[in-house]
C-alpha cells in the first residue's frame, strides 16, 4: 500500500466562496422556459408563485460567479469541504495505469450532494420571508436534505413522498421528521389533485408527477409557502458547483488535473455539481481534451437514447417546458434500485452541453453497476449509493481502457452518497435476485408522442 | 452563526504514530484475568488458542505507548483523522456558556468507531499467517467494521450474527456480505453449541452468549483461525485510543482543553477510546481536575450499579474471568435501541478507575436520550447513533449545569457512530412509542448470584 496521502483536505477558509455559473460560458445562451399552457416563452413572472426573487434571478442569471452568502457558508462547514481521495486500492485491485479519484459527498449529515443545494434554497426562502418550503421526494435523499436544511433556518417543510417509497422506505421518512418535516404518502387527501386521483383509485402507489403537483397545489394555496426543486434547473446545478470548485483547489494541492470527470445523471444536479467546474476550463478552451462523462441507466438513459425537445418536468404537465434530453415526461422507468436516476429528462444546461458534444454519456447496466459497488467497498471501504456506483461502473471501465493503451489518465468522480439506506439493494444483488433493464425502446416512442406542442 | 473554525481537521501526516496504553500509568496494575474451570489465574497459554501472539501480547503489556503499524495507518487513512467539531448551534440552542466539541467517528466507512480495533486485529492476525477470523455481533457495528477489515487484509470473515438482529437488522447483515463475510443466525447447526440449543428450542431467538460460543467453537475447531472481541479487553481499548489522542493535537490547535470528556459506554471500548488519552494526564498529575464521565442506559448501568467482581464475558460462561464491573453474566438487558450498550459487564481498565474514582459513571433513561438525540439532529445536522445519544444526554446536563453556574466549561464527547442503521428506533421514539427503563434491581440481583466462583 502506498505511504502517500490518501485524502486531500481543504481547510474551511479555503472553502469557495462563490459558486461557479456555466451559463457564462455556454457555446450559446440557454433556450428560455416555456409557458405551454400559454403558448408563448415562460417570464420570470411564470416562476413567482412558486420560487422566491433571488431563486428566480440565479435561474436566468449569465454572471460568472455568484457569492455564496456566509449564512449558508457557516452551515456547509457542517461536513464541507468534503475529502478528495485517491482510490489506490482500487487502482491496485484494477491493476490500472490510472489515477483514481473521488470526492466524497457521502459525508454529508443527510448522506448525499442534496444537501449543498437544500441549504441555499432554504437560506434564500428564510431571507425572502417565506414561512414553509413544499417539495416532493422519491427514495427521499431530496427530502431529507431539504428537512434539515429548513430546520437551520427555522422554515416549515412539508414533504411529499412517493406512497411506495414512503410505505417501502420508512428510514427516509423518519430522518425527515427528526429534522421536523411533516410528510405525506402521495396522494394525500390535502390536496385536489390528491383527493382526485384517490377518488379514481384509492390504491394509487403514487408517482414523483403527482408529488410535484401536490406540492405546487400546496405552496399556491398556502401563505408565504414557496416550492422548492432538487435537481434539473439552473441555480441547483449552480448550488451543486462548490463540489467541482473544491476539487480543483485539491488537484492544485496534489499536482495533477483529471483527463476525465465522470459522475452519475438523474436530473443533472449531481453531474454538473462535479463537472461543471472543469468544464469552464474546456469552454474557455484551457483544457480541451478534457472528458466529462455523465453515467446513466439503461432503464433510463435520456442523454444517451432520448430526443432534445421542449418537454415538461413532471408526468403531469404542471411545470412551464424546459428545452432538454428526454424520454417524455408520461415515461416510467423500470424499478431500477438507483431512485435517484429514474427521471425522464436531463437538466437544460447539461442537455446544452451534450448538444455541443461537450458532454459525453455512458449507459451502463444495473447489476454490472452493483459489481463495481461490491469492488469499490471492498477495495475502498465506502459502500457507494447505488446512484454513485453507476459513475463508478464508468470509471472502472475508463481504468481498464487506460490499462489497455498503457496511459496514466487521470479519472475524477463525485461519490453522490454513501449507501447506508439502500442495503436492500445490495441485498438483493448479493443473493442472486437482481434484474438487468434493457432500453425500453418502445415505451419511450409512446411517451415521445405526447410532447408538448410548442409554437 | 459564529464565523470561526467549525471543525478542527488534522493532517494525515499528523495522525498519532502509536496507541495509548493506560495500564502505564494505573494507580495499581490490573487483577490477572482468572480461569475459572482450573480455578487458577489465566496465563498468557489461556488465550492461546483464540488470539495470536501480537494481540495477547499487547493484552497483558504496560508499555506506555505501542507504535501502530503502517499498514494499519494506511487503511485508517481512508476516513481519519476524523474532525473535532465545535457544536456551536447546540451551545446557542442551549444558550450556555460551555463550549462543546465532538469527535466524529461516524466518518467512518462502517458508520462506528469500531474501525479502529477491526483493522489492527485483522492485521495483526494476517501478520500470524492466521487464515480466518471469526466472531459474533448482535445489532451488528462490530461485525461490519471486522468484514470491511479483514477484506482488507484478505482474511475470511465468519460472523455469528444473534439470530433476532439476524432476521430484524438485514440491513447490517447485508454490509457485513458486501465485505465478504459469511454470516451465520445464531444458534447455527454449524456448531455443537448451536445444534444443542436448537435440539432443546427451535425457535431460540439468540444471545450474544450463545454467539460467542459458536463463534470460539468455530476457532478452536478450525485451522489457522483466530477469534476476535470487539471491546472490553485491553488491547481493544488501546486501539481505540486513535480518537483521544488526535482530539488531543485537535485541542491543542483550538488552544483549548476539555474540563470534562463524556463517552457512552456499553462494553468500555468506545469510552476507552475518547477519555484514555485524556485521563493520562488526570493519572500522571498534569490535569487533577478532568472530570471522564461514562454514560450509561438505565437499563444496563453496570459501573453505576454492578458489583466489582470476576465475571466471566458471555452468558455461558466460556472465558476466563474478568475482574470488572458486572451485572452478572446471565443478565438479559431490556430491549432498549441501544443495541450496544447491553452488555452486563465494563472493561476492567474502565472499571479500576472507577474503583480509583478517577472516572465517573452518569445512567440517563431511553426516551431522555432520544429527546438529546434529536435536538442534536436538529441543530448539528448529523443523526447520531442511540448508543452516542446517551453521550449526548450527559452532555446537555453538563452543559445546563455550567449554564447555572455560570461557567464556561469545555466539554468533549465521542460521537461513536452515526444513526442511519436506527431509523427505526428513532421512528419508535417520534411516534410516541418509545418505553422507559426502569432499573432492573430484581433481575441483577437474581444474576448476582451466579458470578463464578474464584480460590
Given at each position: 500500500?502506498?505511504?502517500?496521502?490518501?485524502?486531500?483536505?481543504?481547510?474551511?477558509?479555503?472553502?469557495?466562496?462563490?459558486?461557479?455559473?456555466?451559463?457564462?460560458?455556454?457555446?450559446?445562451?440557454?433556450?428560455?422556459?416555456?409557458?405551454?399552457?400559454?403558448?408563448?416563452?415562460?417570464?420570470?413572472?411564470?416562476?413567482?408563485?412558486?420560487?422566491?426573487?433571488?431563486?428566480?434571478?440565479?435561474?436566468?442569471?449569465?454572471?460568472?460567479?455568484?457569492?455564496?452568502?456566509?449564512?449558508?457558508?457557516?452551515?456547509?462547514?457542517?461536513?464541507?469541504?468534503?475529502?478528495?481521495?485517491?482510490?489506490?486500492?482500487?487502482?491496485?485491485?484494477?491493476?490500472?495505469?490510472?489515477?483514481?479519484?473521488?470526492?466524497?459527498?457521502?459525508?454529508?449529515?443527510?448522506?448525499?450532494?442534496?444537501?449543498?443545494?437544500?441549504?441555499?434554497?432554504?437560506?434564500?426562502?428564510?431571507?425572502?420571508?417565506?414561512?414553509?418550503?413544499?417539495?416532493?421526494?422519491?427514495?427521499?435523499?431530496?427530502?431529507?436534505?431539504?428537512?434539515?436544511?429548513?430546520?437551520?433556518?427555522?422554515?416549515?417543510?412539508?414533504?411529499?413522498?412517493?406512497?411506495?417509497?414512503?410505505?417501502?422506505?420508512?428510514?427516509?421518512?423518519?430522518?425527515?421528521?427528526?429534522?421536523?418535516?411533516?410528510?405525506?404518502?402521495?396522494?394525500?387527501?390535502r390536496t385536489e389533485t390528491g383527493k382526485k386521483v384517490l377518488a379514481e383509485d384509492p390504491d394509487n402507489e403514487g408517482s414523483l408527477g403527482i408529488a410535484i403537483s401536490e406540492a405546487i397545489e400546496d405552496v399556491v394555496t398556502s401563505k408565504n409557502a414557496k416550492y422548492s426543486l432538487g435537481s434539473v434547473l439552473n441555480h441547483v446545478a449552480m448550488h451543486q458547483t462548490i463540489i467541482g470548485l473544491e476539487a480543483k483547489k485539491q488537484f492544485e494541492i496534489a499536482g495533477d488535473y483529471p483527463d476525465i470527470v465522470v459522475a452519475c445523471l438523474g436530473g443533472g444536479s449531481n453531474f454538473s455539481g462535479a463537472a461543471f467546474p472543469f468544464l469552464m476550463d474546456k469552454?474557455?478552451?484551457?483544457?480541451?481534451?478534457?472528458?466529462?462523462?455523465?453515467?446513466?441507466?439503461?432503464?433510463?438513459?435520456?442523454?444517451?437514447?432520448?430526443?432534445?425537445?421542449?418537454?415538461?418536468?413532471?408526468?403531469?404537465?404542471?411545470?412551464?417546458?424546459?428545452?432538454?434530453?428526454?424520454?417524455?415526461?408520461?415515461?416510467?422507468?423500470?424499478?431500477?434500485?438507483?431512485?435517484?436516476?429514474?427521471?425522464?429528462?436531463?437538466?437544460?444546461?447539461?442537455?446544452?452541453?451534450?448538444?455541443?458534444?461537450?458532454?459525453?454519456?455512458?449507459?451502463?447496466?444495473?447489476?454490472?453497476?452493483?459489481?463495481?459497488?461490491?469492488?469499490?467497498?471492498?477495495?475502498?471501504?465506502?459502500?457507494?449509493?447505488?446512484?454513485?456506483?453507476?459513475?463508478?461502473?464508468?470509471?472502472?471501465?475508463?481504468?481498464?481502457?487506460?490499462?489497455?493503451?498503457?496511459?496514466?489518465?487521470?479519472?475524477?468522480?463525485?461519490?453522490?452518497?454513501?449507501?447506508?439506506?439502500?442495503?436492500?439493494?445490495?441485498?438483493?444483488?448479493?443473493?442472486?435476485?437482481?434484474?438487468?433493464?434493457?432500453?425500453?425502446?418502445?415505451?419511450?416512442?409512446?411517451?415521445?408522442?405526447?410532447?408538448?406542442?410548442?409554437?
Open positions: 500500500m502506498s505511504k502517500s496521502n490518501k485524502k486531500i483536505i481543504l481547510s474551511e477558509q479555503d472553502m469557495p466562496k462563490q459558486w461557479y455559473n456555466i451559463q457564462a460560458d455556454l457555446p450559446e445562451p440557454l433556450e428560455p422556459p416555456y409557458n405551454a399552457r400559454e403558448k408563448r416563452p415562460a417570464t420570470p413572472d411564470d416562476f413567482k408563485p412558486i420560487f422566491c426573487d433571488e431563486i428566480i434571478k440565479q435561474e436566468m442569471s449569465s454572471e460568472r460567479f455568484i457569492d455564496i452568502p456566509e449564512p449558508v457558508r457557516e452551515v456547509y462547514k457542517l461536513w464541507r469541504p468534503s475529502p478528495l481521495i485517491r482510490a489506490v486500492n482500487l487502482e491496485k485491485f484494477l491493476d490500472t495505469p490510472a489515477k483514481i479519484y473521488f470526492k466524497n459527498e457521502g459525508v454529508s449529515p443527510s448522506g448525499s450532494h442534496k444537501s449543498n443545494s437544500a441549504i441555499a434554497q432554504a437560506f434564500y426562502n428564510k431571507e425572502a420571508g417565506v414561512k414553509k418550503i413544499a417539495t416532493e421526494t422519491g427514495a427521499g435523499q431530496w427530502g431529507s436534505a431539504l428537512s434539515m436544511a429548513c430546520e437551520m433556518f427555522g422554515i416549515e417543510c412539508v414533504v411529499y413522498m412517493v406512497k411506495v417509497s414512503y410505505e417501502q422506505k420508512p428510514y427516509r421518512r423518519s430522518l425527515m421528521q427528526v429534522y421536523g418535516a411533516q410528510v405525506f404518502s402521495s396522494p394525500s387527501n469552454l474557455q478552451g484551457k483544457k480541451p481534451y478534457l472528458r466529462a462523462i455523465a453515467a446513466e441507466p439503461s432503464a433510463c438513459p435520456k442523454l444517451s437514447k432520448g430526443v432534445l425537445a421542449y418537454d415538461f418536468g413532471d408526468s403531469s404537465g404542471f411545470t412551464p417546458a424546459l428545452k432538454m434530453y428526454t424520454l417524455g415526461h408520461t415515461f416510467m422507468p423500470g424499478g431500477i434500485h438507483a431512485g435517484g436516476l429514474r427521471y425522464h429528462g436531463a437538466s437544460p444546461l447539461v442537455s446544452a452541453l451534450v448538444k455541443h458534444k461537450v458532454v459525453e454519456s455512458a449507459v451502463v447496466k444495473q447489476r454490472a453497476v452493483f459489481e463495481a459497488a461490491v469492488a469499490f467497498a471492498k477495495t475502498e471501504g465506502i459502500l457507494p449509493a447505488p446512484e454513485s456506483a453507476h459513475a463508478i461502473k464508468v470509471v472502472i471501465d475508463e481504468a481498464l481502457k487506460a490499462k489497455e493503451e498503457g496511459k496514466a489518465k487521470t479519472i475524477l468522480f463525485n461519490l453522490s452518497g454513501h449507501g447506508h439506506f439502500d442495503l436492500s439493494a445490495y441485498d438483493n444483488y448479493l443473493s442472486g435476485k437482481m434484474t438487468d433493464y434493457e432500453y425500453p425502446e418502445e415505451k419511450v416512442a409512446q411517451a415521445l408522442t405526447h410532447l408538448p406542442e410548442i409554437k
